[in-house]
């Protein structure tokens, strides 16, 4: 068994730092560490109370390896729900390979990947859910994703499953006791409690499976593509943005000066601005090549911009809107927003004369405007830009998260749900033919099952080896 041995691992990011966690979790993980520690006060650790700290040296045989702060966590009282000591040393390399090969001398093993998480989810200290939050939380780079992951890690996904869960294996069982009696035509069940539960399960099943769309975007970021030629001045706009926002940037491999073109946070959702950079390679204008190109990433977006030179529009207008009016034709509800940059170049008359031009678009192509925003900007002024970053963010849902319902952001939950919905169908579609409970016990036990997957109630290793494998190792 597993939770027989007591595992070692590097708890902070490999590589030197200040300071190094050295994370010990299991039967053994008081004795390991006491045999190698030695208190400044002379103490035995094996004597100490939990939660409390102490100082020392970490020592093999006569030789010091390191003066480290050992914290101690006794019975359940921890992370894993086991006996854990965490020791807190200096952060070189060679000390922390130093502590943990000693460990293993002692008879720890190395941890795998989120061993730690998955013993804490053995020990019946967080369900799977929760624990598979834990990994959304240490990969969240937004407050979007951290908020949906922390909601996720404190259960608010999970009691919702275990409650609904639970209320319909009450049914199972009143449904399976008419089993047992079935030669006196007995209904144990309330037929029409049964169908209200039946129809509340539903709904709720709908809004989760619902919710996957939104929570799937907070999480990797929402994807929004950008259309434009070249120097229409999409960089100096993802600048202007970023600039106030101070957010967080990674870099697309090999590009020198649009380095920013990945990913920004607004207002605490992450925006992910889809193939920035192949733009630079195809004019995006009808009937070139281009208009492919944009297609393909128009489908992967959920918000468009599509970005034009002001002073281009004059000698160029027929062919932005032609441009324009395919894009809508074939996207018709996908949120567009056309930015008409470099208005600090134009006169006032100019600029009207524009934006009454794309008005009158506007009105022939999406007459309600609920898919559709105009937006003038100069993204080397400075003007327009928290209007556009307002646009925007208005057409991302996020209401679910504002009103801080559960979303799920789960790929295998996800599946979970639409299994057990499907088999909840089913025992819908019993109840209206009026079948036998026999049938029905089985379409039940299927839907129990399937809850049961999210939250760990029904596992088996395969499950469990999968989802933790991709955890870090010390987690
Ligand atoms: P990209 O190729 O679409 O990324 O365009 P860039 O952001 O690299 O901009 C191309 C050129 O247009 C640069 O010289 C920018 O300084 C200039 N530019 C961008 N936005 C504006 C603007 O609002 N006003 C003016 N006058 N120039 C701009
Ligand atoms: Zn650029």
């Known amino acids: 068994m597993i939770l027989k041995d007591t595992i070692v691992a590097l708890a902070t990011p490999s590589g030197a730092g200040a300071v190094a966690i050295v994370r010990v979790s299991g039967p053994k993980a008081i004795e390991s560490v006491a045999d190698v520690f030695e208190s400044v006060k002379n103490k035995d650790l094996r004597k100490q109370k939990t939660h409390t700290l102490h100082l020392g040296y970490i020592k093999d045989g006569e030789k010091i390896i390191d003066q480290v702060l050992v914290s101690l966590f006794k019975g359940t009282n921890s992370y894993t729900g086991e006996p854990t000591v965490e020791i807190s040393c200096h952060g070189s390399t060679f000390i922390q390979q130093q502590i943990i090969q000693l460990l293993l ?47 996720q890690m404190r259960g608010g996904f999970s009691n919702e499953i275990a409650r609904l869960r639970e209320e319909l294996l009450n049914f199972a069982s009143l449904i399976e006791l008419e089993l047992d ?52 001045g999409k960089s100096t706009l993802l600048n202007a943005i970023l600039n106030e926002e101070r957010a967080i940037v ?41 208009i492919q190109k944009t297609f393909e990433k128009i489908e ?46 134009l006169s006032e008359g100019e600029l009207n004369e524009i934006t009454s ?37 208005s057409f991302v849902n996020t209401g679910a998260l504002r009103n801080n319902e559960t979303i ?21 579609y019993g ?28 596992t088996n290793d395969e499950l469990l080896g999968n989802i933790f494998a991709n955890f870090c190792i010390g987690k």
């Not at 013993?119 to 937004?142: P, T, W």
């Not at 380095?259 to 207002?267: F, K, N, R, S, Y």
């Not at 977006?301 to 009016?325: G, H, P, R, T």
């Not at 794309?358 to 327009?384: C, F, M, R, V, Y």
């Open 105 to 151: 001398r002692k008879g720890c093993r190395m941890a795998t990947a989120g061993e730690f998480t998955m013993r804490s989810f053995l020990n019946g200290k967080m369900d799977l859910s929760q624990a598979e939050a834990v990994a959304d939380l240490i990969a969240s780079d937004n407050e979007a994703a951290h908020q949906l992951a922390m909601q």
């Open 408 to 428: 799920v952001t789960n790929t295998r939950h996800y599946d979970s749900l639409l299994k057990a919905l499907e088999e909840i169908q089913k025992v819908q």
């Open 357 to 393: 031009q794309l008005e009158t678009l506007n009105l022939k192509l999406d007459p309600s405007g609920a898919n559709w925003h105009l937006q003038t900007i100069s993204a080397k002024q400075n003007i327009g830009i928290e209007e556009l970053k307002n646009a925007l963010l």
């Open 300 to 345: 992967q977006a959920q918000v468009v911009l599509y970005l034009f030179d002001s002073l281009k529009f004059k000698v160029q207008s027929s062919e932005y809107i032609i441009e324009i009016e395919k894009i809508k034709n074939k996207y018709p509800l996908k949120p567009l927003v056309v930015i008409i940059n470099k208005v600090d170049l």
């Open 250 to 290: 990674s870099n697309i491999a090999g590009t020198t000066r649009d380095t920013i073109e990945d990913e920004l946070v607004i207002d605490g959702i992450g925006f992910r601005f889809i193939d920035t950079a192949g733009i630079r390679e195809t004019k995006d204008v009808v009937e070139s090549i281009g």
């Open 181 to 232: 009696f079935s030669e006196e035509d007995v209904e144990f069940a309330d037929r029409s409690a049964f169908r209200d539960l039946i129809n509340r399960i539903q709904f709720v099943l709908k809004r989760l499976i619902d919710s996957f769309a939104v929570g799937n975007v907070i999480k990797n970021g929402i994807p929004v593509a950008i259309v434009g030629e070249p120097n229409v």
């Open 431 to 458: 109840l209206d033919m009026g079948i036998s409970a026999d049938l029905m016990a089985i379409d039940i036990r299927q839907a129990l099952f399937y809850f049961g997957e999210i939250t760990g109630q029904v």
